[in-house]
């Protein structure tokens, strides 16, 4: 293992907390939450921080997202090149062949739903995929070979946007909505949402959010598939993992709380004693600050630009509260480079084009679901398993186990 450049048992001569045991494997002292440390070797994409830049593969994620349609990087993601013409169309058609459920997975679907009321469809999403991949006899990916790894993961993110919507729309009280092959992805994610052909503008608006938040290097749930990956699970389970890894509020499901923000400081002349009082009492600023980006994240300067095309009050807000919000940052926090981060503005860029808040973070599942399988496929070319150590800190063992009178 390299952490920074250097090797692991050097860094952790300089940085170590407490001795290695006397017994046993040797030990390395990391930063807490593995900040920095590099645990592997990819070519899918990387996020450079203090540059305000990432990329997947070798290309500009950013622009990528201003110049390809979502079919067109997934199609990179998953075989190594940006396609042509023919190849774009081709690849277009073979992945929204895919997206109608099997009857077993759509038969269950509303006890899913119903179970799930109160959670929502990322939660449900996680039931479903299980119950898809056993459907689709998926196999431990140590057991197949390449190409069937690689339709695994193409069967399981094309059906992910039809479970989503139809979740949403069971728990509504509504009919789901048969998924289109004559669609693009986002254009089919927001008609299987609403029922209606949606407007080109909003359809290309979602798709560059999409395409923005495919990848993202070594995030929390890109990490967890890629564990479970290294045990030989099914590309079903290792997606699984990746969604309950998603779900939580300082991962992917920020999106709807940062809008909150939004709403909790109303009006302009509210947002410097809402924010100041907030940053004191130490509470986070939902859609600032990211564990990565020492800059502007490139992201949310994308999103702003969409959301400026369209325009009107909430987008005048949002640039004026985000505006105030770094500058009280900037006071109250000095030497921390806190900026929007891609919740803010996907937010808002969501909300413009329709989009349920309940509805946010599961958007970003039908995004990441192709990064994560990206990842699996490479994960799974490596046989060795992903099995840190802990430090146990507990009451010095053994401790005689006391008898009950």
């Known amino acids: ?46 996020v450079r921080g203090r540059e305000g830049f990432y990329h997947y593969r070798q290309y500009s994620a950013v622009e990528l997202a201003q110049k390809r349609s979502f079919e067109d990087v997934w199609h990179l993601m998953i075989h190594g090149e940006l396609p042509d013409a023919a190849r774009s169309a081709s690849f277009a ?31 449900g999403l996680r039931t ?6 056993a459907s689709r006899g998926f196999r431990p990916v140590y057991d197949i070979d390449a190409d069937r790894r690689r339709e695994d993961t193409l069967a399981a993110a094309a059906v992910v946007p039809t479970m989503l919507t139809a979740l949403h729309r069971l728990g509504e009280g509504l009919e789901p909505v048969e998924p289109r092959e004559d669609l693009s992805y986002a254009a089919n994610y927001l008609y299987m949402l609403t029922g209606s052909e949606p407007d080109p503008a909003h359809a290309r608006a979602i798709e560059q959010y999409l395409i923005s938040t495919i990848d993202h290097g070594f995030n929390a749930s890109t990490f967890t598939s890629r564990v479970i990956t290294s045990t030989g699970a099914d590309v079903a389970a290792c997606l699984v993992g990746a969604v309950g890894a998603l779900s939580g509020p300082l991962h992917g499901g920020a999106p709807s709380r940062a809008l909150d923000t939004l709403d909790a400081i109303g009006t302009p002349e509210r947002t410097d004693p809402w924010i100041r009082e907030r940053v004191l009492a130490g509470d986070r600023i939902m859609g600032f600050g990211h564990p990565v980006y020492r800059t502007e994240d490139p992201r949310s300067r994308m999103l702003r630009g969409i959301a400026e095309g369209f325009g009107g009050p909430l987008v005048e807000f949002a640039v004026e509260v985000e505006r105030h919000v770094e500058a009280i940052l900037a006071e109250l926090k000095p030497g921390r480079e806190l900026h929007t981060n891609v919740e803010f503005y996907a937010g808002v860029v969501m909300e413009l084009c329709g989009l349920p808040r309940t509805m946010f973070t599961p958007t970003f599942a ?12 490479e994960q799974a070319q490596d046989s060795k398993i992903i099995r840190p150590a802990a430090r146990y800190v507990g009451v010095e063992p053994p401790v005689a186990v006391p008898v009950i009178v």
Do not use: H, Y
């Open 128 to 133: 479903a995929l299980s119950l898809f991949g």
């Open 1 to 46: 293992m390299q952490i920074n450049g250097t090797t692991a048992t050097a860094t952790a001569t300089a940085t170590a907390t407490a001795p290695a045991p006397a017994k046993g494997a040797p030990v390395v002292d990391v930063p807490r939450g593995l900040a920095g440390v590099v645990v592997t070797e990819t070519v899918l994409g990387d």
């Open 93 to 123: 058609r073979e992945t929204a062949a895919l997206r109608t459920l099997p009857e077993e997975v759509r038969a269950a679907l509303p006890a899913i739903a119903r179970a799930g009321s109160l959670s929502g469809p990322l939660a």
């Open 366 to 377: 039908a995004a990441r679901v192709v990064g994560w399988s990206a990842n699996i496929l």
